[in-house]
């Protein structure tokens, strides 16, 4: 217990804690554990005797026994076939099997041992990586650490722009490049997300007269991922919020509307074809309250589907921290 304890705050020499290892490879830190206890495959040296440090040859194996999981081939006979010598080629060794997002149809020698390989992450945090890996393995217990980790870390805002959103924007475009495969990772990576994001927010602010702002998506608009993002920022300053999900019909959201009253109204459209001018334009001339003191919503068009159907006079967000910042002004203190 010491040794873990040591391991995980970083005290000792060189190379990589098995915290540090867990999180660059999207596993549980009680998964590398358990590799190296059942199968072998800890780290060659020990610093101090004691202290499990992991070198950059230590990492190769177990991102080669996490391409190999992902694949589904078995725990242990993974772990034999990455402690088997690998034969050699012209352009160094080749992977016994090739990881599961290896682009179909590219050469086995060019392909990369990761898990996460093909995901064309680019230049993002480190946290995308080991999300993205855990995605791939359908890990449920390491994306969740991971999730929670990465919004505790980073706060909601920015963990959703350079953690969260460029991972489901690989993963959508892998499946969108795969002849439909990776469907099951895309959905289960965006449920999490969406249980990470119900998990941190803290409870829903008490209304204000005036001040709620709803939040839904158009009619046959189904993608409610932003739109639960915000909500939670928006809890998070305790701005009174409600949300009503995936396309909601025309009659329902008018009678919202009128029945809550809000400051703000935003509207997510993901395409343009659920895009709708005039359903933007009747919301937002719509009035309640009583005679003399009338009151509307500004109406806010969230989302890329409004590029093509931009309303004038409506403000439209260009991203989460924007559109944050725009209900602060518009919502009365």
């Not at 050469?107 to 390989?117: D, E, G, L």
């Not at 396309?247 to 959201?253: H, I, M, Y």
């Given at each position: 217990?010491?040794?873990?304890r ?25 998964t ?42 078995p ?8 402690k ?30 990761r ?9 993002v ?6 999300i ?19 919004i ?12 969260l959103?460029?991972?489901l ?17 895309e959905h ?12 941190c927010a ?21 993608h ?5 993002v ?9 701005l ?18 009128r ?20 359903l ?9 309250g ?5 009151r ?8 890329p589907?409004?590029?093509?159907h931009a309303?004038p ?6 991203g989460?921290a ?7 002004s518009?919502?009365?203190g």
């Amino acid at each position: 217990m010491t040794a873990d304890r040591n391991d995980e705050d970083g005290r000792g020499g060189g190379g990589l804690t098995t915290g540090e290892v867990a999180r660059r490879l999207g596993v549980a830190p009680t998964t590398v554990r358990t590799w190296d206890r059942r199968y072998g495959l800890g780290p060659d040296a020990h610093t101090g005797g004691t202290h499990r440090r992991w070198t950059p040859a230590d990492v190769a194996r177990l991102e080669r026994m996490c391409a190999l999981t992902a694949t589904g081939v078995p725990p242990a006979e993974a772990a034999r076939m990455v402690k088997s010598p690998e034969p050699p080629t012209p352009d160094g060794p080749v992977p016994v099997a090739p990881p599961i997002a290896a682009p179909p149809g590219r050469p086995a020698a060019s392909r990369r041992s990761r898990a996460h390989a093909g995901l064309r992450l680019g230049d993002v945090r480190q946290e995308c990586k080991g999300i993205a890996r855990a995605a791939l393995r359908l890990d449920a217990a390491a994306l969740e650490d991971l999730l929670a980790t990465a919004i505790e870390a980073h706060g909601l805002i920015t963990a959703w722009t350079e953690v969260l959103m460029p991972t489901l924007q690989a993963v959508g475009r892998k499946w969108e490049n795969s002849g439909e495969r990776y469907v099951e990772v895309e959905h289960f990576l965006s449920w999490h997300v969406s249980g990470a994001l119900r998990r941190c927010a803290p409870p829903v602010a008490a209304d204000r007269p005036g001040a709620t702002t709803m939040l839904a998506c158009v009619p046959g608009e189904n993608h409610t991922l932003p739109l639960e993002v915000l909500a939670a920022a928006l809890a998070e300053r305790q701005l009174p919020v409600r949300m009503f999900g995936a396309a909601l019909p025309v009659d329902s959201l008018v009678a919202a509307v009128r029945r809550t009253g809000p400051a703000v109204v935003g509207l997510w459209a993901q395409s343009r074809t659920t895009a709708s001018r005039p359903l933007a334009e009747h919301v937002a001339a719509m009035e309640w309250g009583v005679r003399g003191a009338r009151r509307k919503a500004v109406v806010m068009t969230l989302g890329p589907g409004w590029a093509g159907h931009a309303v004038p006079g409506l403000p439209r967000p260009r991203g989460l921290a924007e559109a944050v910042a725009a209900v602060e002004s518009l919502v009365p203190g």
